[in-house]
């Protein structure tokens, strides 16, 4: 079965310091991963995912992720803070294709906090 | 393209009664799943479909059932709802291969 680990549940920067936001997966195949970011009281929205290639993949809102195989990590960065990045994060991985279903498995989600 | 609509988006349910919660999608996506929201556990998997006139159990299905009579609709039902069952609601749709999941805003349920 896959998992997915967030550590953190909470993680407060100040404005202008580095965001780090950390992922670990565990899953039987190569995996397909993604970064959701919720405002408060909205939905779940897109911010990257790695499918395949490049293992560096940029996303909205100056958003990165590293995919590492050899660490099972997938942990998102932004160099720069900024007061709107506040929300809650959620790492997720895809169902390995043989399954059928194609669902996510989401991690716990971390809560980013930017003081002023 | 209004792409995931959720309703109602809140609702207060006494314990034994019964509600649907309806999801509809403009993306004409084949998957379209059913997750709830808890604090500190991340979203999990409800009910899914993988197509019209088809739906399979997900990770935490007991009390729920679910309908899939038209492609673009997707149905959450809760025959006799229970305190346990108070959450937030998430309907979401994809392509599937490796396309993400399009997520509705929610439907955020208290079973008294």
């Known amino acids: 079965a896959q998992s997915v680990t967030q550590l953190g549940s909470h993680v407060s920067v100040s404005e202008g310091a580095l965001v780090l936001l950390r992922c670990n997966y565990s899953s039987s195949v190569p995996p397909y991963l993604f970064w959701y970011v919720q405002y408060p009281n909205q939905g779940l929205q897109l911010l990257l995912k790695?499918?395949?290639?490049?293992?560096l993949v940029k996303g909205i809102n100056g958003f990165e992720a590293e995919f590492k195989k050899s660490e099972t990590s997938f942990h998102l960065t932004k160099p720069s803070a900024h007061m709107s990045d506040a929300a809650e994060y959620f790492c997720a991985v895809r169902d390995p294709p043989d399954t059928g279903r194609r669902a996510l498995t989401f991690g716990s989600g971390t809560r980013l906090q930017v003081q002023p | 393209n209004a792409g995931v609509t959720q309703t109602p988006k809140f609702r207060v349910l006494k314990t034994g009664q019964s509600m649907t919660l309806l999801c509809a999608q403009d993306?004409?996506?084949?998957?379209m799943y059913w997750y709830r929201q808890d604090p500190g556990m991340g979203l999990r998997l409800i009910h899914y479909?993988?197509?019209?006139?088809?739906?399979a159990k997900g990770e935490v299905p007991d009390g729920y059932n679910v309908s899939r009579l038209k492609k673009q609709n997707f149905l959450l039902g809760l025959e006799s709802a229970a305190p346990s069952q108070t959450s937030v609601y998430f309907c979401a749709s994809s392509e599937g291969g490796n396309t993400e999941a399009f997520f509705g805003q929610g439907t955020r349920l208290t079973v008294v």
């Open positions: 993306m004409n996506h084949e998957y």
């Open positions: 790695y499918t395949t290639g490049a293992t």
């Open positions: 479909s993988v197509g019209e006139g088809t739906t």
